[in-house]
């Protein structure tokens, strides 16, 4: 009964999202993706690949894929093309370089969606041209895709609550104390968020002390790093303030950077990937910080390798890939598993 509340609750507040959405202000001035630009060195004959990510620029998360996709084009011998928005929101401009990529030619698409329900379409278009299509990072609501490399976000989700507990417990924070954890987003339609968010409120729900209350006022900045920030302040507000839970790369460093100006040592800060920012936050002993490092270099490169194979003819095993995940914290900073897998971040 407490997995299908959480469900059911999770279910809720994302809906309740919708208030973070942009309004009709916020929504002039959006910058357009920028063309297809080479990531490779281009030599005629060989295979094209177009990739297309959330955020094209700010992001160690987005640049850490990219540099996964160029090692990739180089090992398997394709050139590498590559583009993205400025906002995860934008998920037009997404619609617009698919679009693009299908002109040009390319023989396959490497794409992270920037919004799982309204891209579906545009996808399962150009896989009916006969363009083999590798997801990274986050789904897509459709079938039309040869198969995608991402993190098993309910699983990460899971274990980002699971952490943020024992911090928490590790602050000396007791079972009977009223305090309040903050969440935010960096998109309300991407389907690694939503699983992330189903994931953290499953398993809060079976093993959170019920004084351990999570703040509906689930805040949104739009894969902005600066309206991470604000969101980050704007929930200091909250009296009973004990956490923050950043369900993605940009949320985090925005929460990061709040907590180190602002000295927050008695907040527990639980986020994803791996930044200057939380690695500064995870070295210095008066603050108690951890991040659920994904393996996003992987994702690019295994992407690229994949795309050759069925430009190749070649069919996947399987449609789904989950990459792993690993918590990296003050205990675990020096394992050689956590260190090997900071060598790409």
């Given at each position: 009964?407490?997995?299908?509340a959480a469900i059911l609750l999770c ?80 998920w037009e401009s997404h619609e617009r ?95 690694t968020i939503i699983e992330r968010l ?148």
């Amino acid at each position: 009964m407490k997995r299908v509340a959480a469900i059911l609750l999770c279910f809720v507040l994302c809906l309740s999202l919708c208030g973070c959405e942009k309004k009709p202000d916020e929504e002039q001035g959006v910058k357009p993706a920028p063309d297809f630009m080479p990531l490779t060195e281009i030599v005629p004959g060989r295979k094209n690949v177009y990739l297309i990510v959330k955020i094209i620029e700010g992001s160690s998360y987005w640049q850490v894929i990219v540099d996964g996709a160029k090692d990739g084009g180089d090992d398997f011998d394709c050139n590498v093309y590559y583009s993205g928005s400025y906002l995860e929101t934008d998920w037009e401009s997404h619609e617009r370089l698919l679009d693009e990529a299908a002109r040009a030619g390319a023989d396959a698409v490497l794409i992270a969606p920037n919004d799982s329900v309204n891209l579906s379409g545009k996808i399962e278009e150009v896989y009916a041209k006969g363009i083999p299509v590798v997801l990274i990072d986050t789904i897509a609501n459709t079938d039309s895709y040869d198969i995608c490399y991402m993190t098993d976000n309910l699983m990460a989700g899971r274990k980002a609550a699971e952490e943020m507990l024992s911090l928490l417990k590790k602050n000396g924070t007791s079972e009977s104390e009223n305090i309040q954890i903050g969440i935010q987003v960096g998109a309300t339609s991407s389907m690694t968020i939503i699983e992330r968010l189903a994931g953290f409120f499953q398993y809060w729900s079976q093993f959170a002390p019920a004084a351990w209350e999570v703040i509906p006022d689930i805040k949104c900045n739009e894969g902005s790093v600066d309206k991470a920030v604000i969101c980050a302040e704007e929930l200091l507000k909250y009296p009973n303030l004990k956490g923050f839970f950043g369900t993605n790369n940009g949320s985090t460093v925005g929460f990061a950077r709040v907590v180190k100006e602002r000295e927050l040592k008695d907040i527990a800060l639980v986020g994803f990937d791996y930044s200057d920012d939380i690695a500064e936050l995870i070295a210095d002993e008066e603050y108690t910080v951890s991040t659920v490092l994904q393996k996003q270099y992987d994702m690019g490169y295994m992407g690229v390798a994949s795309a050759v194979a069925v430009i190749g003819g070649e069919k996947p095993e399987v449609k789904f890939s989950d990459t792993g995940v690993i918590v990296v914290n003050k205990d675990t900073i020096d394992q050689e598993e956590v260190k090997n897998a900071l060598l790409h971040n």
